[in-house]
Every structure is written in C-alpha cells, then in structure tokens.
C-alpha cells in the first residue's frame, strides 16, 4: 500500500514539476509562426511530391509565404489551390495553364534498333552508363521506367513495347518524371495540346532511319509555308518545336511528317465530300484539294475521271480543302 | 584508471556491445532511417545529441531526486516496509526524456534555427526511442562488462551516452551505404525493402561479434 502511495505521489510530484517546466519554457522559446503557413499548408495536396521545388508541402507553405515561390508552382493542386493561396495571401492569381507530361520518344522495343542486349540493373540511369545505353539510337527512351518509379501519383506506366505511357487523368504536371529521365525524353506540354513531336534525336536522315523507324528525320516538311502556313512549327537543331496555339493549326504539318515522328491524339470529324461537285479543277495539272490534303492517302487524283477521290478513313480533319476547292465540294 | 575506464566505455559501447547491432536497442530508426546515407546521417547525429544529453540529465533525476525520495519515504514509515522507489526508474525515465526533447525542439527553434532545420523532423522522433531509455538505464544499472556493478558516475554516464550514440552513427550510416547499393541490385520480390534489411542487419550483428574477442 505504502508503495503503491508513495509511487502514484512521486509521479504526481514529478509530472507536476516537468510540465511546470515545459509550461514556462515554452512561454520563453516561443516562436512566432505565421498563421498563414499552417492556413496554406491545409489546403495543399499533402503529396509531397516536391514538384513546385521545396522539399514538402509545408515548405512550400513556407516559401509562398516568403515570397520565393509562385501560388501557382503548385502543379498537383491547379488553379483551385493556387486562387485559394492567393485570397489569403491577398495577391493576384497568375494565370497558370495545366500541364501533362508527354514522353517524346516513340522508339519501343519494335522500332528502335538495339546495339546489344542489356542485362544490367534496371535502372535507366545505370543502363546510360554502359557505353551509353543498348538502344542504337543516343537521344531516345531507355525503357527501364526511372519515370514510373519516380511518379507519386501513379501515372506512368511502361507498355509491353517499353516505352512509358502517361495517364493524363491522373498526371498533375509536377514535373518529376521530366528530372527523372537521364535521357530528358520526357517533357511538360499543355493539357490541351494533343499534337506532339514524338521524337527527340536531333540527327538528321539516313542516321536516324538506321536506328529508328519512327525517328524525326529533320527534313522540315512540317514546318514549310504549305503545311504550316501559321508558323506554329520551326525547326531548331534538327527538331520540329511547335508554339502551341491550337491543335487544328499544326495538324496538317503534323500529318504530312513522311516518318511519322508526331504524336496526334485528337481525332478531328472527317470532312463530307460531295464527288459530283468536282470538275477536277481543270486547268490545273493537279486538283488543288490534292496538293493541299497532308494525307497522302486521302485525297488522290484520278487521273481518267478527271476527279479527286476521297477517302474518308485517312482524313485528320484539318479542313484545309475547303477553303481550297473552287466548287466547295468539302462541308 | 579513470582514463582507463572512460575508454573501456566507449570501446564497449561503440563496437563490442553496440547498442543496435549487440543490445537491439533503437531498432526502430536503424531501419525505418537507412534508406540514404544523408538521412542516416541526420538521424544518427540526432540521436547522439539527445542521447549524451539524456544521460546527464537521468542521472541527476535518478541521483538527487529518486534517490532522495526513497530515503524520504523511508523516513515517514520509520523503516517499516518502506520501498525502494528506484523501481520507478523506467517511467519516470520516460518521462524526463520526452520533456527533454520536446524542450531541445523548442530550444532549437529559438535559438539555433539552423539547427533545427537540419535535425528537421528527427527530433521528435526521438522522444519515444528505446535506445535513449536503454543507456539511461543502462547508466544506472552498471556495466558488468567492465566490471562495474554499481551505479555510473555523471563522467561515466555521459561518455556512455556519447559513445553509444556514436555507434549508433556509424551502424545507421553503413547500414545505409549498404541499402542503398541494394536498390540497384535485383532482389526476390518477397525480400525487397525490409525483409532483405533485416537479414543484412543480422549479417552485421554476426560481424560485430567478431569484436567480442577484443580483450585489454
């Protein structure tokens, strides 16, 4: 009894006189937070993914409150987010458009030529290091998927082909894939921009068919005056680079690329052909809606019924014939 | 002798009877903290900060505060059946170490912010870790290794407290260096991350015994 007495008061003498302690002291070190940080801290993703810079979400917080960092740096929360800092932080929403991450190499297993067979670690950086990667080509995906491993929101994954596919339901545009790839194949695009350059060597012809069968050849047809008469395209180093505007705007130099090397995941509504309409623009050598069409297959010229044939299961929908036609053939 | 003895402790408690590797105390940080050697770093310094700390500071409370209290109550029941309150050693323990930490977190953040960035989220980690209980107790139990079987004194205590701490370092930064060369190798999927840590760490403690045979 006495033990179990003298314990409980010892303890209780004890516990009194630590948290008198810590009372006081805490009244003596305290440091003023800014109630701001912990206010953004609540309204942020909580992913940690590190995306904006900072190594956290608080530090973000942080460094939004310091004025080091944007709202709008935070990918993973958007627009919402970043007007919701900005109301307590009392500044100005910048205007932030939402990104995705597109891998611009389409050189799989399938196209790409392999220098030898690689059965090292399987990591892409330590694949890089072996007399710089088993894949022929110097500039394109690895396939080992540093990308996937890297991605907090599980939206890369390597296809059977091994190249890595990004979901852009779930991509938030924090850009750690792009960090993560050695070979910086991955880049941020706008979440509206559906047509992009899948290619990411900036070799010129006859090296780039001999590794890759899908690979830019930089020969420009995407950016000459017909098929990119907006000037959306240029060709920089061997490699297209497209200004976003609209996706109807590259999509003809986007179609007519002879190797394939752009990726068009929009799907325009073909155009209507009424064949009867057609005189076969008579004094022309060529039928005009021929010569502008960038599907080789789409619109061809027969030569004996003096008529442009038209199939509609090769039309992008870029509607360029119809400003062309004479007789307004085209709806 | 004092010289002597002080370097027997920290021989002891460094290699011979590591505090992770040979007593399995704070396990909990040698795996959950040696992912990367920078991280191993942060935490092993942590804890050998708090650890030095805790033993002066448990040393005083089990000293001059449960040491008296016995002889207190002693002297209320004149002797008849009266406890050795010493017993109380483990909870009050406890106790002083979780006010400790949180009065070094505050202390930090006031004065050396730095600091506190660096030490970061490790500090309070720290307030329930078994390693820094154990060498309080340990320090008042003895070190029957050595031959003490009484009480350390406050030097003894400390340097204990430095030591273990320090062996704890340099357990959490190979242990570290080692994992992180095991994300580059290919690993049975039922024995990626800890399953393939706790056999390494087994593999350590094997090593480490090798240390036993040293003899002064």
Redesign the interface.
């Known amino acids: 009894m ?2 179990v007495v ?2 409980v008061i ?2 209780g003498i ?2 009194v006189l ?1 948290g008198a ?2 009372a006081y ?2 009244v003596v ?3 003023q937070v800014d109630p701001r940080i912990e206010k953004i801290t609540e309204i942020l993703p909580g992913a940690n993914c590190g995306g904006c810079g900072a190594p956290g979400c608080f530090s973000f917080a942080e460094g939004v409150v310091s004025g080091a960092l944007t709202p709008t740096s935070c990918a993973p929360g958007g627009k919402e987010v970043a007007a919701k800092i900005s109301a307590i932080l009392g500044c100005e929403v910048g205007e932030m458009i939402p990104m995705v991450a597109v891998a611009n190499c389409q050189g799989g297993n399938q196209e790409a030529r392999q220098k030898f067979e690689y059965m090292g ?3 892409c950086r ?1 694949a890089l290091l072996l007399s710089g990667g088993h894949k022929a080509c110097g500039y394109g995906c690895l396939g080992f998927g540093n990308c996937v491993a890297v991605c907090q929101f599980h939206a890369i994954m390597m296809n059977d082909n091994g190249l890595p596919v990004v979901n852009p339901h779930l991509c938030t545009g924090c850009g750690l894939c792009v960090g993560a790839c050695p070979r910086h194949v991955i880049s941020l695009i706008s979440k509206d921009q559906k047509i992009y350059v899948g290619c990411v060597n900036p070799e010129k012809g006859k090296s780039v068919k001999a590794v890759c069968t899908v690979g830019c050849l930089g020969c420009g047809v995407c950016a000459n005056k017909n098929n990119n008469p907006s000037g959306d395209i240029v060709m920089e180093k061997g490699l297209p680079i497209i200004t976003y505007e609209s996706n109807l705007r590259v999509l003809p130099g986007a179609a007519r690329c002879p190797s394939k090397a752009y990726v068009i995941n929009v799907k325009y509504p073909a155009v209507e052909y009424d064949g009867t309409m057609c005189d076969g623009c008579e004094d022309k050598a060529k039928p005009l809606c021929v010569k502008i069409c960038p599907v080789k297959e789409c619109l061809v010229y027969d030569g004996e019924n003096k008529k442009a044939v038209y199939d509609s299961s090769f039309c992008v929908g870029c509607k360029l014939c119809l400003e062309e036609c004479p007789v307004k053939a085209f709806k | 002798m004092e010289i002597k003895v002080l370097f027997m402790i920290i021989i002891y408690s460094v290699l011979i009877q590591n505090f992770v590797l040979s007593r399995f105390l704070g396990l909990c940080p040698f795996f959950g903290c040696s992912q990367r050697i920078s991280s191993a770093i942060g935490m092993g310094c942590a804890i050998t900060f708090v650890m030095a700390l805790a033993s002066a500071i448990t040393w005083i409370v089990y000293t001059y505060l449960l040491d008296p209290a016995t002889s207190i109550v002693g002297f209320f029941t004149e002797g008849n059946g009266a406890p050795d309150l010493r017993f109380l050693r483990t909870i009050s323990f406890i106790l002083v170490i979780a006010v400790l930490v949180q009065f070094i977190e505050m202390f930090l953040q006031k004065k050396v912010p730095s600091l506190y960035r660096a030490l970061g989220i490790f500090l309070p980690l720290m307030a329930t870790n078994c390693a820094i209980l154990g060498v309080a107790v340990l320090n008042v139990e003895g070190f029957t290794a050595i031959g003490i079987h009484t009480k350390l004194t406050f030097i003894q205590s400390v340097t204990q407290g430095v030591a273990g701490g320090a062996g704890f370092l340099l357990i959490l930064i190979l242990m570290a260096g080692l994992r992180e060369k095991m994300e580059l190798v290919t690993i049975p999927e039922s024995m990626k991350g800890v399953p393939i840590a706790c056999v390494t760490g087994g593999l350590m403690a094997l090593a480490f015994m090798g240390f036993s045979g040293l003899s002064f």
Do not use: H, P, Y
Request: proline share 0%; glycine share 4%; net charge negative.
């Open positions: 006495i033990t003298s314990s010892i303890l004890f516990g630590f302690c810590l002291l805490s070190f305290a440091v670690v399987e990591d330590a």
